[in-house]
């Protein structure tokens, strides 16, 4: 593992597996959750289909940037805002976000990746895929959402016991903590045992735990308001999975988003709820490593015709004769 400055002077941890050769799967992990949240089973299963896999901490996570000097901003106050169609005051949005991993892409030398996000990670993936689209050969979006006013709010009960920590917020509170919220909002078809839950929750507490970091990363969502009109500009391959028992971001959510991106394939998994669990691996790297190779293959398609065009151009620049001007 290693780390990046982006321009704006955020440290980002990340790690790289696979050859860099290889086209690049970059992974984009969502609220609060670090990069070790990607299953080390699901990263290698897109190495041995031939891919370089990016992981990385979002900026307030992890082993990235930590900016507790923004302090712990109002989340009632940035609803509020947001449902009155008002600019909340935020220390950062999805989109300062989303610049991230354009940095991240650049000083690793990757000219052009598909993006892998679940949840919030769906989100930023989301805007990058419309804004940035010459950088993104394909978009999955995993248990995200257009964040639309059409449709229920992302459950309110779950979201405030997410931000509700304990106190005192110690080693083994933070663990205990860890393992209570992936079990409201684990997959009920896919459950993981005690070992599992423990192992994970103290992977992510012994590397660093930052409470008023998630809470910055959630206002920054509320304050994103509805992206529909964006996603309408999605023109890259999109993949769109989503579970029937998402506690946090309701299947509709995943349907609306799949609607409004064109031609997008929609994959709802029954018992899915918003986790990456180990018994789903198996199905998740085959529903990614079909929609990859489709998309790879229309990319490179792609740029062989820009150098069709290109090798075209050239000859016919090369069979003009300039004529000599007559004197007068």
């Known amino acids: 593992m290693t780390h990046i400055r982006t321009p704006e002077g955020i440290e980002l941890a990340y790690e790289r597996m696979g050859n860099p050769q290889h086209p690049t799967v970059i992974l984009i992990m969502g609220l609060g959750a670090q990069m070790r949240i990607w299953p080390d089973s699901l990263c290698q299963a897109l190495v041995e289909k031939g891919y370089q896999v990016v992981r990385f901490d979002n900026r307030d996570v992890g082993l990235s940037s930590q900016l507790d000097h923004h302090g712990s901003p109002s989340l009632l106050a940035t609803w509020l ?8 005051r935020v220390p950062y949005t999805l989109k300062d976000m989303a610049r991230d991993v354009i ?13 892998v996000g679940a949840s919030m990670g769906g989100m930023i993936a989301q805007i990058l895929a419309a804004k940035h689209k010459k950088r993104v050969r394909s978009l999955t979006s995993i248990m995200s959402s257009a964040t ?62 930052s ?3 998630f809470k910055r990363q959630l206002v920054a969502i509320t304050a994103a308001g509805d992206r529909t009109r964006l996603l309408q ?35 709802i998994i029954n018992g ?18 079909k929609h990859l190779k489709k998309a790879e293959k229309r990319w490179q398609k792609k ?3 820009k150098e069709n065009e290109r090798r075209t151009s050239e000859r016919n620049s090369a069979d003009i004769i300039e ?6």
């Open 323 to 328: 004529l000599p001007r007559h004197q007068a």
């Open 211 to 213: 409470p008023t970091g």
């Open 303 to 305: 740029l062989e015709k």
């Open 148 to 209: 639309s006013p059409r449709l229920p709010d992302a459950n309110l009960k779950v979201l405030l016991k997410l931000a509700r920590r304990p106190s005192p917020f110690n080693r083994e509170a933070a663990i205990r903590y860890t393992m209570r919220m992936n079990r409201l909002i684990g997959s009920p078809a896919y459950p993981m045992d005690e070992l599992e839950l423990r192992a994970l929750a103290e992977t992510s507490v012994e590397r660093n735990h």
């Open 103 to 115: 940095a991240l892409m650049d000083e690793l030398a990757i000219d052009s990746a598909h993006l």
């Open 81 to 88: 805002a947001a449902r009155l169609k008002r600019k909340a």
């Open 233 to 267: 500009k999605i023109k890259v391959p999109t993949l769109v999975i989503h579970g029937t028992d998402d506690p946090l971001i309701p299947v509709r959510m995943g349907e609306d988003t799949a609607a409004n991106i064109r031609k997008a394939k929609l994959r």
């Open 272 to 289: 899915m709820g918003h986790d990456l669990p180990p018994l789903l691996v198996p199905k998740l790297a085959r529903m990614l490593t």
